[in-house]
């Protein structure tokens, strides 16, 4: 019988690098377009571009089945407690992507109707810049996140989130406390971060 090597036979890995392997290479994105960016990005899932190479074709609109929230357009302050809903909602462990300069800074749109960048409610994993960004470079997006994934620690992850959990319980309790709307307590919380010279709510 021929001999073998062990090493022939057998894999030794980190539980960490396994485990991020198949986490970014199986990303199920969720598409938030609100504005011309989500253009782009319909070029970006087709043919040729075909952003199914990253194992990343599987879309969903439902926040339950998908890791990879890509923000796309302007998002006004009316809409940052639905981001934030949507995001609390979505599956773990899940990343975010904000392609564009509306939705990382506000873009050109320096006004008291716009948030002045997705940051500000939610965590952001990966910027991408441009106004619109190319379908190549959304693609790259994807990539850093990828190398992202690849170095990260599973209990890293758990700290991101916490902090994001702690806000929305916060969020909650204020709005019981003054009867206020969603979109009035996350404007008392962004402001409130202002005075503290905070730039986010989390
Ligand atoms: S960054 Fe430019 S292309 Fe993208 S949503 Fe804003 S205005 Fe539209």
């Given at each position: 019988m021929?001999?073998m090597?062990?090493?022939d036979?057998?894999?030794?890995?980190r539980?960490?690098a396994?485990?991020?392997?198949g986490?970014?290479?199986?990303?199920?994105?969720?598409p938030f377009g609100?504005?011309?960016?989500?253009?782009?990005?319909?070029s970006?899932?087709a043919?040729?571009y075909?952003?199914?190479?990253f194992?990343a074709?599987?879309m969903?609109?439902s926040?339950?089945q998908s890791?990879?929230l890509?923000?796309l357009g302007?998002?006004?302050?009316k809409?940052?407690?639905v981001?934030?809903?949507?995001?609390?909602q979505?599956?773990?462990p899940?990343?975010v992507?904000?392609?564009?300069?509306?939705a990382?800074?506000?873009?050109?749109?320096?006004?008291y109707?716009t948030l002045?960048g997705?940051?500000r409610?939610?965590?952001v994993?990966?910027?991408v810049?441009g106004?619109?960004?190319?379908?190549?470079?959304?693609?790259?997006g994807v990539m850093?996140?990828?190398?992202k994934?690849?170095?990260e620690?599973l209990?890293m992850?758990?700290?991101h989130i916490?902090?994001?959990?702690?806000s929305l319980a916060?969020?909650d309790?204020?709005?019981?406390?003054?009867?206020?709307t969603?979109?009035?307590t996350?404007?008392?919380?962004?402001?409130?971060?202002?005075?503290?010279?905070?730039g986010t709510?989390?």
């Amino acid at each position: 019988m021929a001999e073998m090597n062990i090493n022939d036979a057998v894999l030794t890995t980190r539980l960490d690098a396994v485990v991020n392997w198949g986490r970014k290479n199986s990303l199920w994105p969720l598409p938030f377009g609100t504005a011309c960016c989500a253009i782009e990005f319909m070029s970006m899932q087709a043919s040729k571009y075909d952003m199914s190479r990253f194992g990343a074709e599987a879309m969903r609109f439902s926040p339950r089945q998908s890791d990879m929230l890509m923000i796309l357009g302007t998002v006004t302050n009316k809409l940052a407690p639905v981001l934030r809903t949507i995001y609390a909602q979505m599956a773990e462990p899940k990343w975010v992507i904000s392609l564009g300069v509306c939705a990382s800074s506000g873009g050109m749109y320096r006004t008291y109707a716009t948030l002045q960048g997705v940051d500000r409610v939610i965590p952001v994993d990966v910027y991408v810049p441009g106004c619109p960004p190319r379908p190549e470079s959304m693609l790259y997006g994807v990539m850093k996140l990828q190398e992202k994934i690849e170095k990260e620690s599973l209990s890293m992850r758990k700290d991101h989130i916490a902090r994001f959990y702690e806000s929305l319980a916060r969020q909650d309790a204020l709005q019981a406390e003054k009867g206020l709307t969603s979109q009035q307590t996350i404007r008392e919380m962004l402001m409130d971060a202002a005075d503290r010279g905070a730039g986010t709510i989390f």
